[in-house]
Every structure is written in C-alpha cells, then in structure tokens.
C-alpha cells in the first residue's frame, strides 16, 4: 500500500494527462493549421516572424491575418472574432498550448541556428487542426537532446520543413551536423535557469 | 484431520524434562511452549540452530552495495555535475549512506526473515482452542505433538505426559484433504 | 489511433473546409464537455505588427535625466515597450556609460504605485481638460493685468526649451515674476564666481589633469553635478600606473569624498572657510606670487584666526600643491558660503589651474541667485498680497522651504495655487489644483549638461497615470497651440536649428547628446570685492559651541528621491544606515554628552527642535551634530525631517545648537553587522611608498594552496571578476544596477534590522587607525564564484552547481531552502526569501521586472550569478551569429554602471581579455585565500599617496 | 571478586528484582495498573500536554503558510531553534537504543526492567526530532526532493551534503529502533491479549501479537533477532551522532570544523539520553508502582553513567578550545574566545555549569542515591544540553569570517511555541505508550526471575562453604 503511494505520484507525472500531450486546445477562432500550411503551404514564419531571432517564437497579429483575409472570407461568420479584433484593436484571446515555468528560458533562434526542426518538439503541427502539444516538454525531455543532439538535427534548409524524410542512419547525419554547425551539448543549470 | 497432544507444566525445569522424554519417543512433530524463552529447551525438543543470522547478513551486504552502488549512479553516471571542483565519484562522502542503508536493509531482511521462518503473522492458531492455553504466555509450559497422520496412535504421547505429571489435552482439527 | 481522431472523430483527411468549420463550431460548444486540455492561459498578441521592436528582444532609447537641474545623458532599455533598466550613456560627457543610484534607482519611481494619479481640485478628483479651461481663462484674466498677479515657482533647470518658454512668459506677461527653488541648488557656487569676477560663470573641473586635489567640504565624488564624471576621472588616476593623484580633503563630517581622500582632516563646517583663507595665505607664500597685495594677505591672516586651523599643517598642503602648479585644484563644497567659493577660484588663479583643471562656461541652470532670497521674494509678495495665480514646479518646496518661511501656511493665502509632481505631498496639500507630474522616463523635455552638452529627454513609455510634464502645464499660459510636449520641445529645436532640424534632431535622439559649439570664457579676477567680504569676517569672532551641519544625504539627496524604496533600502555609503538618517556625533563629543549609539537626542535650534537617533562617526568634527536633509516626509516617514531646524538665514550650517538626551532609543537599522576588520587581511590597502614590498607578500595571497582532490580544468570561457580597491569609492551604484537587474525584491527597515538584507552586493565599510582619525576602506563583495565552493558541497539537492564555465550556479527551481550553503558561504554572499518577497505586486509593480531573471519565490537563497542571463544573451546573439563571444560582449550590471570602472568582468582563458590584465597584475589577491576556496573574483589591493612630507 | 574468581554480579547484593517473585505476580504485578482505569491526574496530565501538542501544530501551519520568515533566523545565523532542537531531540533518542542494544550485548541484568521504557522514548524523541528538518525548509513541500527518486526532471540528491546522510541516517535510525521495539514488544502483546478480560482488547491486542504463542520454535527464531537488531543497532546508534556532528564538522565556519564533533556529540546525546530516561522514570516507577523491578540500583548506574559521559562532553569542551588556542586560528580563537564573553556567554557558561559542574555531585552515593537530587540533576543536564546545541550553532555563525558579515540571532515567539510544542507531542505519544503498552518487558523480567533462581541454587553450597 505504501508502494503504491509512493509509485502513484512518479507514474501521474509520467502520464500525457500530466503532460497534456495529445489534448487539442480549442481556440476562439478555428484556425486550422492543415489548411493554412499544408493547403496554402504558408511558411511558419510567415506568422511566427521572431522564430529565428528572438527567444519566442511570434505570435502573429490580426493584422497578418487580415493580409490574406480582408482578400479571401473577408465575410465568414468563422472570422467575425478576427475582423473585429482587427477594427476594435482588442486583441483575440488565444489559449496557449506550449507554456513552460517561468524558471525556464528557452530561446527559438539559438534552437533553428542550431539545427533543431520545429517538428522535433512540435510535432506535425501541418496535421492538427487543433494544435495540441505532442511532447511532455519535462526537464527530462529536454535533457535527452541537450545531452545528445545528433539523432535530432537536420539540416538548415530542413528546419521548417514538417514533411522531411531523416536519412536511413540519422546519427551520422547528426554527428556531421553537429561539427558543421558547431553544436555543443549544454547541460548546465544556468544553460535554461537564470 | 490434525491432531495436537498437548501437556502442560507449571514450571520450567519440569518443562525441560518433558520436552526431552516426549522428544525421545520420537513420534510426530514435537514443540514447546513458554511465556518465555527457557534456556535448553531448544536442546531438549533437538530444535536446529536459528537461520535468522545469515539472512540478516545477506541483507545487510545487499543494502551495503546497493547503497554505494546507487550513489554512483546518480551522481557519477547519471548526471554527472562538477559540485564544488570535487570529484564526481567521492568515495569517503558515500560511506554514511552506504553504511546507514546497510543496516536498514539487514535490519528489514531479519524482521521479515523472522516471520518467514516462524510462519508470522497469523491470528488464529488450534492450539488457541485448547482449554487453558493461554496462560503459554503467561505462566504456563506446554508441550505439544502434532500428529498429521490418522492412523498414528496417541496413546504413548499421553501416557508419556502422564508419567511427568503433565496435564494432557488433546486438540482436533479437521482439514478438509 | 492519432490522438486527434480520438478527439473529433469526424474528420477524415477529405473533410472540406467548410464543414470542418461548421462542425468545429459545434465542437467549440461542446468543448466544456469535451475533454480537452486543461488551460494554459491566454496569448493576447499585437493587433497591429510593432515597428522596429522584436518581442523578446529588448530595445534601447537615448534619454536623460536631471541631477541637480542638469541633464545626465542615460540609455533605457525597454522590453515590449516597458523601460526596465536605465544605464548610462556611454556618448554623453556627465556619463560616460555609467550612473549612480539615483539615476539606476529611477526604474523603482516610475512603477511605484504610490505615484499621483489623478488631478486634484482643492483636493476632490478633476479632469485635466477642466483645468485646462480654467488655466485658458485665467491666462486671458492675467493678460489683461500684464500677469501682475502671476508668480511661478520652479526648480532651477537647465532645460534650453523651458528656459525659452519661461523667457516667453515673461515677455508675455511683463509683471509676472518667476523665482526658483531648490533646496540642494549650487548656487554658492555661482556666487564665488560672481564675488571673484564680477559675473556668474559655470566652474567646471577636469580632475583628469589634476595631480593635487583639495577639497574644502566638497563631496565632489557623489552629492555634486557631474559627479559621475569627476568620480571616473578621479579614480583613473587611483591605479599606480597611471601617475596617481593625492587627495586632500577638509571636511565636516565624512563624505564618500572623505573616505578616499590620502589626507583628510575634520573640521566644523564654519571652521572651513578660515582655513581656506589660511590656505590661501599659504599658498600665496609658498607660490612666491606677487599678484596678492600684502594687504589683502594680511587680511586673510585676520580672518583665519581659529584654532581650527592650528590642527591642520596648511603649509605641508600649500607646498605640495604649490609644486603641482596647473595640475592641481581647488574644490570648495555647495555648503560653503560664496567667500569659500570665491576664495578656492583665486587659489585655482594663483596656481594657473584655470583652462587646465578648471574650466569656466556661461551659466546652465536659469536661476543662479541665492535659493533663499529668491524664495524669500515670493514670501515677500505673498504677504504683500501681490500674487493671485503661483505655479509650482519645484520639489515640494512646503516641506523643503526654510522654516522660518512657513510656505505652507503661507500659501494659504495665495487665491489660486496650481502645483504639479510625482507624488502627492506637503504641498499638494496646500494647493487648489494638483496635477499629477509625468516621469522623465514618460516625458518630452531637454536638459543641458555642465559642460553645455544638450541631450533630448524622450519618453520610453506612455504616462502610466496620465502625468504631465511642466511644459504642458505652462503652454496655456502662452497660447501658441500645440500644447504637448512633444510639440513644445520639437517647436523650440526647430527654432534653434531653422533648417537644420530634420537632419539634426533624428541624429540627437539616437545619440542622445549634442553640444553647441561655445568658447570656454576667462573672466579676469579682481580681489576688491574679496578683501571688503574677508574683513566683514574677519570682524566676527570665531564661533563657540555645537554645531548643526545640514548634509546632502548620499541616497535621498535633498529628499528628491525619499520616496523611492530602491533607495531608502541602499546602505549609506559612508554610516551604512539604511530606511533614515542619524545624528551623527564624533566620538569625543558623544563621550562628552554621554551618549550611546541608538540613544535618541533633541536638537534644538531656536525655537525649532527634532529627534533623531545618536550614530556615533569616528571621523567626524568634534563639537558638531551632523544631520542628512531629505527623511521624514510624508510618504516616506523614515528618519528625522532635517529641513524642521533649516532656516533661510543658515541653511547649511549653525552654531550653538543644543543638544540634549530625549531618554529613549532607537534601533540603527544597518545591514552591515561591524565597523573593523579585527586586524583580519580583508580588505587590503597600502601607500605607493609601501607597494613594492606589498606585492612580494600579495603573491602568496593568490597562488592556489595544494588540495587532495584533482582540480577540474575548464576549457572554452573562465568567467572572472576583478574588483580594484584603488578604483573604488564606495559610491553603491553597482549595488542599484544590480538590485534592479536581477529583480532583487525590497524587504523593508524590520527585515533588514533583523539581518535579512536582500542586496547581491554589498559594499563592507571598515574603519582602521583611530576612532578620531580613522582611515576608511570599501570593499564590494558579491559571490565570489569559487572553484571549490564550500556553499556547493553541502547541498543535499544539487540546487548550487558549478558550470562547465566555472560559474557558481544558483538554481532557484530546485532550492528546497535548506539554507546551508549560507552557513557554509565564508563570504556570506548567499540571500534567503525569508518571506514572500515578490508576490502580491500591484498591476503597475508587475511591469518592472526584468523578463530575463526568474523572480524567486518565498523559500529558496539566491545570490550574485554574475549576470549569467547577460552572459546567455551574449552567448546566443553570438551563436546565432555563427562567432564566439568576445571581450566586453558581456558586461555585468555592476560593472557596466561603475563610474570609477573599478570592476571589471571577463574570460580568463582570454589574454587578451581586459580582466585578465588585472588577473595576472601584482596587485591581485583573493579574498579569505587560506580558505582554498579559489574565487573566481579577485580584488586589487588598494593603493593611497599620502604626501611622505605629512606622513 | 570474590575467592573462586569468579566475577560477581556487581549489582548483588541490592537486588535488581525485589523478592522472588512468581511469573504469576510478574504477569500480575507489571499488567495491573493497564486494565485499571486511568486516574484524573493523568487525565489532566494528558491534556496540559495534547494542548502543548496542538499549539506545536498551529505553529507549524502558520510557519508553512507564512514562511520560514516567522522564525528569528537570519543571514548569517540561517540555522537556529530548529536545527538546534533536532539535535537535541535526536540526542535525546539515543539513550533508549544504547541501553537496550548495548546493555543486552553486555549482557546487563540490570538493562531488563527499563529498556523497554527507553526504547519508546527513543522512537517519541525521534519523531520529535524528525518534525524540524522538515520544517525548518524554505519549502517544506518539497522534502521528498531530498529522497533519490525517479523524478521527471531527472536530477538527483547531492550525496556529498551532510544533510542526505541524516534523511538516510535518521529515517533508519527511526525504522530500526521502531523493528526493534516492536519485536520485543510481541510476546508481551500476546502476554496481554491472553490476560485481558474484554474481548475487544483481546481482538485488537490479539492482532498486534501476530498470533504469537511462545513457541519453542519462535523463541528461538526472536532470540537471534532480537540480539542481531541489538548488535545493528549499536553502531548505527553511533553512526546517528556521528552523521549528525557531520552536518558541523563537514562545514568550514569556525567552531563547526572540528575533528572532535562525533565522539563529543555521541557522549553529549548518551548523557542527555540518559537525563531524559531519569527525568520520565522517576516519576513513573512511583505512579506506576515499579519501585521492584526499577529499583535504586537501576538509578545508581543510570547515573554513574551520566557521570562518565559528562566528563567525556567536558573533555569536547576542553579540546575545542585547546585546538583554536593551539592552531592559533585567528577565526577559531574568536568564536571561542566570543562564546566565553560574547553576547551569548550566559548561555554558555549555564551549560558548563550544567553538563560539567552539577554531575560531579554523582561522586558522591548519597547523591546517587537520592531521587530528588537525581531528578533535578537529570533536568539540569537536559537544560545543559539544549544550551551546548545552541553554543555550537549560534556562536559559531554569528561571528564567521567576515565581521562585515556579522549579525545577532534573537528567537520569535513561534521559535519557543514550536519548540514547546515538540515536548507537548513528546508526552502525547509517552502518555498514550504507558497506557496501553507493558512498560516494562515482562517476558525479560521473567527470564531474568529464573535466572537468578538458578543462580541463587548454584551459589546455595558455595556461600555455605567456610
């Protein structure tokens, strides 16, 4: 019994509950990211600007919605929330799916620079219409690359590209990978925690 | 169907007597019953050495290594860190725990090594049924014959305890085998 | 089976567009049955795409901000459009890259939710726009009259376009009248021009040039404009390669100045000017000069009969800076009466020092005359009547005013008051119209350094409470449309530059400084009006009795900044008191009244009298009661309001005071525990004669001793710090810049009196030699970042680790708060969240943090990281880059503000690195270094030049 | 001695067993007062300390919702009352152990009547002690951080802190001394579910004897666990002191860094253990009528142990001092020379005169001998002992390396609540032990009875012979 008290807890952690993997998150606004990416086939960073020189990633204005949607659906009741965001200046109120504690700093530019695709640690975002998060994002998972990168880098122009095909032996590719873009594993507490 | 001889003194050395003539007959599965324990009597009823003490030390070697063993994998192997410039694997500051765990394990493995042994816990035992059983932890000794087979003859148990001045009573138990 | 379809089962790949949408609003409905993640909080991102400003990534404004009326240029750097840091201008003359406190501590105003933030009509809520229309209407009332009635009341300012719209309004209205204010004003100054040369000029010292320095009661390293740049010149010449200088100061009480004076001798603050005078005969002496007529050198003589003088060997300092002729200078203090001012300008003349180390520019600050006549003035037609509207700008003049003024009551009879500021305050409460003041970092404006050098105040964020700049508050007066700021300073620049201004103003606001090209002036000097003010003081007699000296305090200053608890919570440099001041008494004459530390005296001076706490200085002037102005005000109740014993006829200082015990105590609270080094080798120092043989014995106070383990090695980056004693003043800038870098949270007078100082750094104050004439040592101490950590060993979680750069890492997540790497810390470096410290913050206190330092929670220690989240930064731009960081990528927030550039930070693996320099200098040694702790901080053994001639 | 050479009991010839006593009236005389209701006296003894025990449990919320802030700790004093009162509690813990364990490997009759006693004290001390650890946390929620376990973050405990030695060093120290009171205490479990008349008793009795019925086969079986978990039990009584001394003696501050600290510690927690078993027993073999079985000889002994162990913690004083005059450490020659005059010297000078002076009336047998002087002794020692914890911690962080650095500790109110509060839990789980568990072994008393019945027929011809 006291066994179980103790195994409960460590096995709850471990859970996708916990972790919410897999739960999509509904937002105001059905934005629908296998359309907009694999249909439409639009850039990630064509929303997510600061991907690839800031720490976060961008969270797009109503303003780059209304670039293609004062054009086309310019009157779908779907994206009423949008035009009148965009006319009142209220912002939309979209639920967050990624969030880490605030103990942790995590930059996207270093990660692209670097070599990490966005599918490593966001799964096939050009399949969900709801996005929803695919890794438990724990210290742990975070760990398993930053200890050994090689299986998990691709090569620059990879980078955004959700479809692309890994070599049959990944690691060497890695390993390659790793001395071109100068990569170094960092396991340090302050490498995250400041 | 199980049956248990039992006889009853009232003072230890009379008990050691009886263990020892009933022992001597030799017939099903003798033992003795104090409020507590009386030297010779484990000779008297030919009981063999105690196992209890290897078991403790094999718990107590197991908890030892596991203990240093576990230090070095979390702080040597898993995740390594440089704390304070010293070395990842600091010998002499393992020794506390491994020792401590040890003896917690050879600790643990006694106690359990002891229930085993003496198949413990239990609440309900047939000998509890016989009359004046009770006073076996307070003030009485009992020596008791557990006979399993039906077609053994009491009658030299009982006669035996008599001779002593042992009072008899005998406990049935029907098992349904 | 994707969990996806586990979801919403109805779409297949094939779904079109269309039905998905409907069926996913129905899915929407559903979504509170549904079970889908739990929430994670809303992203509200931008409406419109931000120009120029990347979120994430900070962005940096070119500012100012005023000290003592003059402009010090600063850089704000803004995260998503909030100002979180302020650091000097490294393009601007009074800054040079670097800021003291007061302006590091700026951040804390702006955010403080104290701050005033609606406009108050005879103290109910008004809109602006109403007093607006009222202010239109009496602009056209008092345009009839000429502005007979108008009276404005302002701080003296250096602000080119508000000395513009002030000459405007008097040309507007030709019988207003408008005086200045300031309680910390350097007037005394102008006037010792004035009194010299006939005419007020600007005195600017270069201590660059200067090998002998005196100062008489000058504070000139902190309480003094351009301070900041003066403390930068003064410690470049501290280092033993650089030629050093020598200090001599005569003071009444110790100043950050005193402490690093070679020489300092204590006098009362009335026995100064006659040892001036002394000096002055001395050095005429000692020049051999014939410019001084033998009668005013006799004069001189007549006036410096004190004994005061006997105690101090003026003949040993005339020489040694009569053979320092052109690199020497003369510095008399704001609390000085003109005749002392007057009296070091000639010594400057007689030593040729003027256009070397003292330059003399036209007058900055518009209002140059006595503060206190000037007040004195508008009391005059207030009780004449004459004044019907009165606008004050000026620092809460009811509280700051001479007493004997009794502005407060005064300006009850005043028909209309209009008064504007950050806080509401003393005089908000006397006033018909309070309109809340916007910030300097929410406001347009300008201001003008010492030396001329304009820098354009932009704002860094929107009012946070709808404050308003005195610009604004003035343009009704003169309706020349185009009431904001922005437009009034725009407007005058436009004039100034005519067709200059599209190329220049740009240019300005990203620099952030311009100078006007100007000729350095050089008045002749006439000792006439000398000699006629030497014998109306040679006529009075030398002053007997106690004294009450009124200081500048070293953290509120006049008291400008006592609302501000970044402040109030800093340590005096000099008594380490923080959350108030004290009575500050020599030993002797505290021996002499029998009191203790703590004990609770009554001042009295007249008919006025306070109480204040007994803080027994060793160094102070006997016969002297000390008192910081600037405590006690109203919304900042800590320590004795000093300004109650001020009165306009002795503002600085009085004699035949008396003092006497109020019979109670009270408690010093002071984060530092004792005042010596027990003779312990801590903080070391030594004189240029005795440094030879001081390195031979440094050397062993840095070689690492023999340890049983392996040493790791560190390849890549060895992050060090190097702190030079010799450098450092103890001025605690680094110790703002780094509370406000790192989110450092305030705890408060009852936390730090119980021991529960929250500061990274700190810097240790120890006195040596004699109580009476003791010499002074700083010494900062932050994490000392030691290879072989005591704190790191002990702590069962792995919560203080060493990085594979040698950092002491402090990881505040995993701290269970065990507190015994504090116990184990030799350095005591090591703070602990003995309560809650960040929570509960008003909307407004949320915006100041900065995003880059994990706010600690209650529980866990926390220490100096030597800025890692600066060195990541550093580390990730590079990498992203595709290069590696270089020296003096990364500067640490200490040393970025350090106006003495006394620390320095780096790689140690990098010869070439400016850290590493000081690294392998002779003067290095560690702290504590029989411990074998291996700090990666080293410090630089403290050098003074006492002159061998006193010595 | 005597002519045959052989060594005599040393305690004949006061008896350590008044009389000779039947197993009957053993099982009479050692069970009665458990089945007679409890008196009002003891009533209200119960509640006075249940009330102490509540308010250590208000306290201890109030510390976890507010912060550790409450308590007077500071920078650098960051350890005060609570660690203090760990050590003193765990101290107070290890009289119990030691003189069952040890006492029974030597061999010692005299051990039988009061071990029992002093084991339960052990466990209550230790759950005492076991509280501050845990409190005295910045984030007591996070204890189990200090546990290996397989966490999600995947970081481990810091081997090399004195503090994971004592989670591992005082849990077991708890597990083991908890086996080793409850194995003892099973015959007699089943003794008292055998003698009690209400069936209720007998169930729940009957279950904690775990069918125990003083087979042969089982006697034999407990023996040899009974005497291993005593011969464990004594090093890790030990070891305990020792890891805890580790947490000064691994540190660097002046006053903590010392060789001596685990010997002195080990005396200093035998002395205060055996001050606390005199303070309880005293009084409770005269309540509880045991004068026959605890009798003064007991105490005697009890105190000539005191007695050695104090000059033991005397001689830690001693070469505390010696070494910092010695090594000519200027911080060392400080701490010591601030304990003896500084801010804190009243303290340190009542722990002289408790832990050093007062125990040398023990030369003395009237002394010895005398209950009251024994008692007030046996409390002054405690005091003492309390007071020596606070020297070694306080003293020694209030004036470190750095006299910049140097602060004053003074306790808050909740400091002393929470520390009453622990003697309040104490006397709880004490007071709920004496009423319903054998506090003295009554199995042992009756071995020990026969024992000397036989020694007594062995002797009979010799003590005739001339």
Redesign the interface.
């Known amino acids: 019994m006291v066994l179980v008290g103790?195994l409960a807890p460590?096995i709850f952690?471990?859970t996708p509950f916990y972790s919410r993997e897999g739960y999509p998150v509904y937002q105001p606004v059905q934005f629908d990211h296998r359309h907009h990416v694999a249909d439409d086939g639009i850039d990630c960073r064509y929303c997510h600007t600061t991907v690839e020189k800031s720490s976060t990633a961008g969270f797009p204005s109503v303003q780059t919605c209304m670039n293609c949607h004062s054009q086309v659906w310019n009157e779908s009741p779907a994206l009423r929330p949008v035009r009148e965001a965009y006319f009142t200046g209220m912002p939309i109120r979209w639920q967050r799916v990624h969030r880490l504690p605030d103990f942790v700093y995590f930059d996207h530019s270093i990660h692209i620079a670097k070599g990490v695709g966005c599918v490593e640690c966001h799964g096939r975002v050009d399949e969900m219409p709801l996005v929803m998060q695919t890794t438990?994002m724990?210290?742990?998972f975070c760990?398993e690359c930053h200890r050994d990168p090689a299986p998990r880098l691709r090569p620059k122009e990879a980078i955004f590209d959700r479809a692309w095909k890994p070599p049959a032996d990944r690691r060497a590719l890695g390993l390659e990978l790793m001395d071109r873009y100068d990569v170094h594993t960092r396991t340090s507490c302050t490498t995250c925690h400041r | 169907m199980i049956r248990f001889v039992l006889g009853e003194v009232t003072n230890?050395d009379a008990a050691i007597d009886v263990?020892r003539a009933i022992a001597k007959l030799g017939i099903g599965e003798v033992?003795?019953?104090?409020?507590?324990?009386?030297?010779g009597?484990?000779e008297a009823?030919r009981?063999p050495?105690?196992r209890?003490?290897w078991i403790?030390l094999g718990g107590?070697l197991t908890g030892a290594g596991v203990g240093f063993f576990?230090?070095w994998l979390?702080?040597g192997w898993?995740?390594p860190?440089n704390?304070?410039g010293?070395p990842l694997v600091?010998a002499p500051?393992?020794i506390?725990?491994t020792?401590?765990?040890g003896?917690?394990f050879?600790?643990?493995s006694?106690?359990l090594?002891?229930?085993v042994?003496?198949n413990?816990?239990?609440?309900?035992?047939p000998?509890?049924e016989a009359p004046g059983?009770?006073?076996?932890?307070?003030?009485r000794y009992f020596i008791s014959v557990r006979l399993t087979d039906p077609e053994v003859d009491a009658a030299p148990i009982i006669r035996a305890f008599e001779e002593l001045g042992a009072r008899v009573t005998v406990v049935e138990v029907k098992t349904t085998s | 089976m994707s969990p996806m379809k586990r979801h919403l089962p109805l779409f297949g790949a094939a779904t079109d567009r269309r039905t998905f949408l409907e069926t996913m609003t129905a899915a929407l409905a559903l979504a509170g049955v549904e079970g889908c993640a739990r929430p994670r909080g809303d992203a509200l991102p931008f409406d419109r795409n931000p120009v120029d400003m990347t979120p994430g990534r900070p962005l940096d404004y070119a500012t100012a901000l005023p000290f003592f009326g003059y402009g010090v240029g600063m850089v704000g750097k803004t995260r998503e459009g909030r100002p979180i840091k302020l650091e000097g201008n490294p393009d601007h003359p009074a800054s040079l890259g670097a800021a003291l406190a007061y302006q590091q501590a700026a951040i804390w105003e702006l955010y403080d939710p104290r701050r005033a933030k609606i406009v108050l009509h005879d103290g109910q809520p008004a809109a602006f726009r109403s007093f607006l229309n009222w202010m239109h209407r009496k602009a056209a009332d008092l345009g009839k009259t000429q502005g007979a009635g108008l009276r404005l009341l302002v701080d003296p300012t250096s602000s080119p376009s508000l000395k513009a719209m002030r000459k405007r309004i008097a040309e507007r209205y030709p019988k207003s009248r408008a005086y200045s204010f300031s309680p910390s004003a350097p007037d005394a100054r102008y006037r010792g021009t004035e009194l010299l040369f006939g005419e007020r000029h600007e005195v600017v010292y270069d201590l660059e040039a200067a090998d002998v320095i005196v100062s008489l009661d000058a504070d000139f390293l902190l309480t003094e404009p351009s301070s900041i740049r003066l403390m930068r010149q003064f410690a470049d010449r501290r280092v033993p390669e650089n030629k050093p200088n020598r200090l001599y100061v005569v003071e009444c009480s110790l100043t950050t100045t005193g402490m690093n004076a070679d020489h300092r001798f204590r006098a009362r603050s009335v026995d100064i000017a006659p040892i001036g005078y002394a000096l002055v005969a001395a050095l005429a002496k000692a020049t051999g000069t014939n410019e001084l007529s033998s009668s005013f050198v006799e004069t001189l003589r007549a006036a410096s009969k004190t004994p005061a003088v006997e105690r101090i060997p003026i003949e040993g300092i005339a020489r040694d800076l009569a053979r320092a002729r052109g690199r020497s200078v003369v510095i008399a203090g704001l609390r000085q009466p003109p005749l002392v001012h007057a009296v070091a300008a000639l010594m400057n003349e007689l030593l040729g020092n003027v256009d070397k180390t003292v330059r003399y520019l036209p007058a900055r600050l518009e209002s140059t005359g006595a503060q206190s006549d000037e007040l004195g003035e508008l009391v005059r037609d207030i009780d004449r009547g004459e004044v019907e509207v009165l606008l004050i700008d000026a620092f809460d003049p009811v509280y700051s005013a001479p007493v004997d003024f009794d502005l407060g009551r005064r300006l009850g009879k005043v028909p209309h008051t209009v008064y504007t500021s950050l806080f509401a305050d003393e005089t908000s409460r006397n006033c018909e119209w309070f309109v809340p003041k916007a910030h300097e970092l929410e406001s347009w404006g300008d201001y003008q350094a010492q030396d001329g050098t304009v820098s354009i105040v932009q704002p860094l964020i929107e009012p946070l409470f709808q404050g308003r700049t005195q610009h604004e508050l003035l343009a009704p007066l003169l309706d020349e449309g185009g009431g904001s700021a922005r437009e009034l300073v725009e407007g005058h620049w436009r004039e100034e530059w005519k067709g200059r201004f599209d190329t220049e103003w740009p240019k300005a606001l990203v620099k952030g400084a311009f100078t006007e090209q100007e000729q350095a002036e050089r008045p002749n000097s006439s000792t006439d009006r000398l000699e006629t003010a030497l014998r109306e003081a040679a006529r009075q007699p030398a002053p007997e009795g106690i004294e009450l000296a009124l200081h500048l305090d070293a953290r509120v200053l006049d008291g400008r900044y006592a609302y501000n608890p970044q402040l109030q919570e800093l340590a005096d440099p000099v008594t380490r008191l923080t959350w108030g001041n004290a009575a500050l008494l020599s030993p002797a004459t505290a021996r002499r009244l029998e009191v203790k530390p703590g004990d609770v005296i009554v001042i009295e001076n007249g008919d006025k009298s306070v109480q204040a706490p007994v803080y027994v200085l060793p160094g102070h002037a006997d016969d002297s009661v000390s008192l910081s102005l600037g405590y006690g005000r109203l919304g900042a109740p800590h320590g004795t309001n000093a300004y109650l014993l001020r009165t306009s006829d002795a503002l600085w200082f009085r004699v035949g005071v008396t003092l006497r015990k109020a019979g109670k105590r009270e408690v010093l609270v002071t984060p530092?525990?004792?005042?010596?080094?027990?003779?312990?080798p801590?903080a070391l120092s030594t004189t240029l004669q005795g440094l030879e043989e001081e390195r031979t014995h440094l050397a062993h106070m840095r070689e690492p001793l023999p340890t049983l383990y392996q040493t790791w090695h560190y390849e890549g980056h060895r992050w060090g710090m190097m702190v030079d004693l010799s450098r450092c003043t103890g001025c605690s800038a680094c110790v703002v810049a780094c509370h406000v870098e790192n989110n450092g949270p305030i705890v408060g007078p009852k936390?730090i009196a119980?021991?529960?100082?929250m500061h990274w750094l700190?810097i240790?104050?120890?006195f040596e030699g004699t109580a009476d004439e003791p010499s002074t040592i700083v010494q900062p101490?932050m994490c000392q970042h030691c290879e072989m950590a005591?704190c790191e060993?002990?702590?069962?979680?792995?919560a203080t680790?060493h990085s594979d750069e040698g950092l002491n890492e402090m990881v505040y997540n995993?701290?269970?708060?065990?507190?015994?790497c504090?116990?184990?810390c030799?350095?005591?470096v090591?703070?602990?969240?003995?309560?809650?410290y960040q929570g509960r913050k008003t909307p407004v206190e949320k915006m100041r943090p900065n995003p880059e330092v994990t706010l600690r929670?209650?529980?866990?220690?926390e220490k100096c990281t030597y800025c890692v989240q600066r060195i990541e930064r550093a580390r990730i731009d590079a990498r992203v880059q595709g290069r590696n960081i270089e020296d003096g990528d990364v500067k640490t927030a200490c040393q970025q503000t350090c106006p003495a550039s006394a620390i320095v930070f780096g790689d140690l693996n990098d010869d070439q690195s400016r850290v590493r320099d000081l690294y392998d200098d002779s003067r290095r040694y560690d702290l504590?270094h029989e411990?074998n702790t291996r700090p990666r901080t080293g410090y630089l053994v403290r050098v003074k030049n006492p002159n061998p001639e006193l010595a | 001695m005597e002519a045959g050479g052989r060594i005599q009991d040393p305690l004949e010839p006061v008896p350590v067993l008044a009389g000779r006593p039947?197993?009957?009236n053993i099982?009479q005389s050692l069970l009665d007062y458990l089945f007679r209701p409890a008196g009002k006296r003891f009533w209200l003894l119960f509640l006075a300390v249940f009330g102490l025990a509540g308010v250590f449990l208000a306290l201890s919320i109030y510390t976890i919702a507010?912060?550790?802030?409450v308590w007077?700790?500071?920078?650098?004093?960051?350890?005060a009352f609570g660690i203090i009162n760990f050590v003193w509690w765990i101290g107070i813990g290890h009289a119990g152990t030691l003189i069952s364990a040890i006492l029974l490997l030597f061999q010692q009759k005299w051990r039988t009547s009061i071990n029992r006693f002093a084991e339960a004290m052990t466990l209550f001390a230790v759950v005492c002690a076991g509280m501050y650890p845990i409190l005295?946390?910045?984030?007591p929620w996070?204890?189990y951080?200090?546990f290996?376990?397989?966490?999600?973050?995947?970081?481990?405990?810091?081997?090399?802190?004195?503090?994971?030695?004592d989670?591992?060093?005082v849990?077991?120290y708890f597990?083991?001394s908890l086996?080793?009171w409850y194995?003892g205490l099973i015959?007699d479990l089943?003794?008292m579910?055998?003698?009690a008349k209400s069936p209720r008793r007998k169930r729940i009795y009957?279950?904690f004897a775990?069918?125990?019925?003083?087979?042969?086969?089982?006697?034999?079986?407990?023996?040899?666990?009974y005497v291993?978990?005593a011969g464990?039990a004594t090093?890790?009584v030990l070891?305990v002191h020792t890891?805890v001394s580790?947490?000064f003696a691994?540190?660097?501050?002046p006053g903590w860094h010392t060789t001596v600290f685990p010997p002195y510690f080990v005396a200093g927690a035998v002395f205060s253990g055996f001050a606390l078993v005199m303070t309880l027993i005293i009084p409770a073999r005269k309540i509880f009528r045991l004068e026959h079985v605890i009798t003064i000889k007991h105490l005697e002994n009890m105190n000539k142990v005191m007695l050695a162990t104090g000059w033991m913690v005397a001689y830690g004083y001693g070469v505390e001092h010696f070494i910092a005059w010695y090594s000519g450490d200027?911080?060392e020659t400080?701490v010591m020379h601030n304990r003896e005059t500084g801010l804190y010297a009243p303290v340190f000078w009542l722990m002289i005169f408790c832990n050093v002076v007062v125990p040398q009336a023990f030369w003395f047998k009237r002394a010895r001998t005398s209950l009251l002087f024994m008692w007030v002794v046996s409390l002054l020692i405690n005091v003492g002992m309390w007071c020596e914890r606070f020297i070694i911690i306080v003293t020694s962080?209030q004036r470190?390396?750095?006299?910049?650095?140097?602060?004053?500790y003074y306790p808050t109110w909740v400091d002393i609540g929470i520390y009453v509060g622990t003697m309040g839990l104490f006397g709880t789980l004490f007071l709920l032990f004496l009423r319903f568990v054998p506090a003295v072994a009554?199995?042992?008393v009756?071995?020990l009875a026969?024992e000397l019945e036989h020694e007594r027929r062995h002797h009979a011809p010799e003590e005739s012979a001339p």
């Open positions: 103790l460590m952690v471990r438990p724990t210290m742990g760990l | 230890a263990a033992d003795g019953y104090a409020p507590y324990p009386v030297p009597f484990d009823l009981l050495k105690s209890v003490p403790v107590g576990l230090q979390l702080n898993d995740y860190i704390v304070a010293r600091s500051a393992f506390p725990v020792f401590e765990l003896v917690l050879s600790a643990i006694g106690v090594g002891f229930f042994l003496s413990l816990p239990r609440v309900w035992h000998l509890f059983f009770e006073r076996a932890t307070l003030d | 530092q525990g004792h005042e010596t080094m027990e003779g312990r801590i936390d119980r021991g529960r100082d700190r240790d104050r120890y101490v005591p060993y002990v702590c069962p979680v792995n680790v995993r701290c269970v708060g065990t507190r015994y504090s116990n184990n030799p350095y005591k090591r703070r602990f969240n003995w309560f809650d929670s209650r529980g866990v220690m504590l411990l | 039947t197993d009957e099982t507010v912060g550790i802030g007077g700790n500071n920078i650098p004093v960051a350890w005295h946390l910045g984030r996070f204890f951080w200090l290996p376990y397989p966490s999600v973050s995947r970081i481990w405990p810091q081997f090399r802190s004195a503090l994971v030695w989670v591992f060093a849990s077991t597990t083991v086996l080793f194995i015959p089943a003794t579910r055998d003698v009957g279950i775990l069918g125990w019925r003083g087979s042969a086969r089982h006697w034999r079986h407990w023996r040899a666990l291993l978990l464990i090093p890790l070891s890891v580790f947490d691994t540190g660097i501050l200027p911080f400080y962080l470190d390396f750095l006299p910049s650095s140097w602060n004053d009554v199995a042992e009756k071995e026969l």
